[in-house]
């Protein structure tokens, strides 16, 4: 079992539905957490970071950390069609050691 | 300011050949890591350095092999290329490693082995 899990989708949504991307996680150690965004052919970008438990809002963006649950989540209100991608949960455990991605999940927004 | 830059953007290989990766960093960066991107595995940890030292290394064989050079530069080297290690190498900086804020990747490099 990995240490991460995601769900990997696609999820298919019309524009300006709410959309929330989901992961959940064994390790207990971990004390940070992001989410990345990738498109086609290019490298994962940071979008949210969070630390330790607790919510956190940017635009249309919101992140929440459920350490309890070992499960977090990532809210994208009023979706357009360039959220289109695939997005990457990621942690970092407490002796700051590499990230440990999620497998991704597909997201498509039609407009 | 300038991202990470990765260069090559496209490799193609031959089984059994090596192959060398380059990664520069942000400015100012000192942390450099290298990650694996297939579709089976996912993003996986190769390893990861710090003032020229390696920090932390993933569950790779040893024909994996990087190093950092004092300004920040970091090279990756495979030997003995498999037909499993045709993936996408990308490399990540940070101003300091462990903190899940600072990691900017590059756009990686696509290595093809045939």
């Known amino acids: 079992q990995k240490e991460v899990e995601q769900d990997p989708g696609p999820l298919s949504v019309p524009e300006g539905a709410i959309v929330s991307l989901n992961c959940t996680y064994s390790n207990s150690a971990f004390q940070y957490f992001m989410w990345y965004r990738q498109y086609s052919r290019k490298g994962p970008e940071l979008l949210m970071y969070?630390?330790?438990?607790g919510n956190k809002e940017d635009g249309r963006f919101t992140a929440q950390v459920d350490k309890s649950s070992k499960y977090i989540s990532l809210f994208i209100r009023d979706s357009q069609p360039s959220d289109s991608a695939t997005y990457l949960c990621?942690?970092?455990?407490?002796?700051?050691?590499?990230?440990?991605f999620g497998g991704g999940t597909r997201l498509m927004v039609k407009p | 300011k300038a991202g990470v830059t990765q260069t090559p953007r496209y490799l193609i290989k031959t089984r059994g050949q090596q192959v060398t990766l380059s990664c520069s960093p942000i400015?100012?960066?000192?942390?450099v890591s290298w990650y694996q991107q297939t579709p089976g595995q996912g993003l996986q940890f190769l390893f990861e350095y710090f003032s020229e030292t390696q920090r932390n290394k993933g569950n790779f064989p040893g024909r994996f092999s990087g190093r950092q050079f004092s300004n920040s530069r970091s090279e990756m080297n495979v030997s003995t290329l498999e037909l499993g290690d045709s993936a996408l190498y990308l490399c990540a900086s940070s101003f300091l490693p462990g903190t899940g804020d600072g990691y900017t990747f590059g756009s990686g490099t696509r290595l093809t082995v045939v």
């Open positions: 969070t630390y330790s438990s």
């Open positions: 400015s100012g960066h000192r942390s």
């Open positions: 990621a942690m970092i455990n407490n002796a700051g050691n590499m990230l440990t």
